[in-house]
């Protein structure tokens, strides 16, 4: 059973974005994958601020095994503006009534389902986001928020340090490796025509476009291929932390409780069909990353790395430039790395 969110992380999501929920008041709320990471933070800052600022607002969350869902989230799963609704993203039963809002986050960003069954990603990405725009139009949503991803730029070029949203980069159509990604490139085009054909016919429907980046908190599988959960599995554990390459390659994380502000805020207040890089522009090396994890939790943790760097070579990296989220809708990262990796530590300690 998963624990609460502290107060501490729904106290912060409420006070950065108290003054956007007025328009949710009275109204009903649809989320795929909402029993994810993402799906987690969202329903419990949604039931947060929907009792603190009594908006008498209901929430519907699609789930392939609602029971499932209850026994690992009872006090969302109890709470009485929660509705649970069973079935898959791809074909689910349209709920009666009006939902003037729709976030669709049902995507496994699974490295192994990647691998594995790309098929089957590859057709829950475009034939889920298809199924959800399709409902969107039918409930009268007027905002409808897509999780896409910073996959859709392809492999950053070392020399750019910090990809912004226009940069034209694209991965390779011919790679299967590129499945996730391509499948969130025509998500993000599904989106544009949706809106498009809405317009045409005089409805009112925006597009917010989220392309999210990496991520550390609570609900962070710690058994993923996530390196920052893998560390923190690792030192929980009381093992050395192992880096199966050199320890070069440079990422950033933003911390859940952030995340979940920007998620709201995009939604509520980003232009239509602009997309907002998601995420954290304070990047470190995986080396660095797993000395902060180790000086944060267990400074005697050993770390293990397999390879040499090679000189001369520079490092892979996979780091957003933000200044567009920061520009256009004053967004800003609050809760640093250290203290994200503690506080994603105490949850999983409180979880076992």
């Known amino acids: 059973m998963a624990a609460p ?34 799906g987690c933070w969202l329903v419990e ?83 889920g986001t298809e199924r959800t725009l399709e409902f969107a ?6 905002k409808f928020l897509l999780t896409s991803s910073g996959a859709v730029y392809g492999p950053q070029p070392p020399e750019l340090t910090h990809v912004p949203e226009s940069y034209e980069g694209a991965p ?20 544009a025509l949706h809106q498009k054909s809405a317009t045409a016919k005089g409805i009112e429907f925006e597009a917010k476009i989220a392309r999210c980046w990496a991520f550390c908190g609570p609900h962070l599988p710690l058994d993923a291929h996530f390196a920052i959960g893998n560390f923190i599995r690792d030192v929980l554990a009381g093992r050395s932390i192992s880096i199966a390459g050199d320890g070069t390659p440079r990422r950033s994380y933003l911390y859940a409780a952030d995340l979940a502000v920007w998620l709201w805020t995009i939604l509520f207040r980003a232009p239509a069909l602009v997309a907002v890089n998601v995420g954290s522009g304070n990047d470190v090396s995986i080396r660095e990353l797993a000395e902060y994890v180790a000086a944060t939790l267990a400074p005697s943790t050993e770390i293990l790395i397999a390879k040499q760097a090679v000189p001369g070579v520079l490092p892979t990296r996979y780091v957003p430039s933000v200044e567009r989220a920061e520009r256009l809708l004053g967004l800003r990262q609050t809760v640093g790395l250290e203290d994200a990796i503690r506080r994603t530590a105490a949850w999983h300690m409180s979880v076992d």
């Open 137 to 142: 139009a039918q409930c009268g949503a007027r």
């Open 45 to 127: 800052s949604f039931c947060h601020v929907n009792h603190a600022l009594g908006l008498g607002a209901r929430a519907t969350i699609l789930t392939r095994d609602p029971a499932k869902f209850a026994l690992k989230c009872p006090h969302l799963a109890g709470d009485p503006a929660i509705t649970l609704q069973a079935g898959d993203v791809r074909d689910f039963a349209f709920p009666v009534g009006e939902f003037r809002f729709v976030i669709h986050a049902a995507t496994e960003a699974s490295a192994k389902q990647a691998a594995e069954e790309p098929l089957q990603m590859l057709s829950t990405i475009l034939a």
């Open 5 to 38: 969110l502290t107060p501490v992380d729904l106290d912060l999501i409420l006070a950065q974005t108290q003054d956007l929920w007025e328009e949710v008041r009275g109204q009903s709320v649809f989320i795929t994958g909402g029993t994810g990471f993402f």
């Open 172 to 191: 390779d159509p011919l790679a299967a490796a590129s499945v996730y990604a391509e499948g969130k490139r025509a998500s993000e085009l599904m989106c």
